[in-house]
Nanobody, 122 residues
Framework: QLQAYGGGLVQAGGSLRLSCTAS????????MGWFRQDPGKEREFVAA????????VYADSVKGRFTISTDNATNTVYLQMNSLKPEDTAVYYC?????????????????WGKGTLVTVSS
């Protein structure tokens, strides 16, 4: 039901914006999150936003560089990624759940989207 897109190849220091949309799911009732996973590594929490309040939380590794936001009109959640580094290379996934704890821990999440690959070259 969720689909992430917007990934691609970018040089270090560049920017990308990822988008996540859903069919048959209204984001306004959920906490939305972005995760990433590099092959051979565990899935990592990146950012989350509570749709109704707009409150956000970020992993320390992306704080100050990434921004998560929402668009109510299009039922879309975005991840603006600036000052990209090679270590940001990963498949990025969006997720939705009614629980902030689920989104922050990555456990028991009800909805996962298909990922989009971000590659940052040095």
């Amino acid at each position: 039901q969720l689909q992430a897109y917007g990934g691609g190849l970018v040089q270090a220091g560049g920017s990308l914006r990822l988008s996540c949309t859903a069919s048959r799911l209204t984001f306004s009732s959920y906490v939305m999150g972005w995760f990433r996973q590099d092959p051979g590594k565990e899935r990592e929490f990146v950012a989350a936003i509570t749709w109704r309040s707009g409150s956000t939380v970020y992993a320390d590794s992306v704080k100050g560089r990434f921004t998560i936001s929402t668009d109510n009109a299009t039922n879309t959640v975005y991840l603006q990624m600036n000052s990209l580094k090679p270590e940001d290379t990963a498949v990025y996934y969006c997720a939705a759940d009614g629980s902030v704890v689920a989104i922050r821990t990555g456990r028991g999440i009800n909805y996962w989207g298909k990922g989009t690959l971000v590659t940052v070259s040095s």
